[in-house]
């Protein structure tokens, strides 16, 4: 069965730092490319950042200059460093990619940013 397994969240200070990562059960996750999206009760979910195939990086404009994703293929993980963190940021964060039509989701991690 393929996994994600999403892991890092947890409870920060409005500009605070946390790194999330994703790791995959199987290296094909490395030929393709990976996103982290958020989701706030009662709104839809959110791409926030992707890393193509090629290395190529997007972001939402609300992160920009704050968030960084990244990829180790040795350990078949992408990272989201976050930092600044704002209390806008609170959300469930899931790390998804598209797999021969299929997409895939981890369970989420809860980032909260509140002081």
């Known amino acids: 069965q393929v996994l994600l397994e999403e892991s890092g969240g947890g409870l920060v200070q409005p500009g605070g730092s946390l790194k999330l990562s994703c790791r995959s059960s199987?290296?094909?996750?490395?030929?393709?490319?990976m996103n982290w999206y958020r989701q706030v009760p009662g709104k839809e979910r959110e791409l926030v950042a992707k890393?193509?195939?090629?290395?190529?990086?997007e972001y939402i404009d609300s992160v920009k200059g704050r968030f960084t994703i990244s990829r180790d293929r040795a350990k078949i993980t992408v990272y989201l460093q976050m930092n600044d963190l704002r209390p806008e940021d609170t959300a469930v964060y899931y790390c998804?990619?598209?797999?021969?039509?299929?997409?895939?989701w981890g369970q989420g991690t809860q980032v909260t940013v509140s002081s």
């Open positions: 998804n990619t598209n797999l021969f039509g299929r997409e895939y």
């Open positions: 199987t290296t094909t996750f490395n030929t393709v490319a």
């Open positions: 890393i193509a195939i090629g290395g190529a990086l």
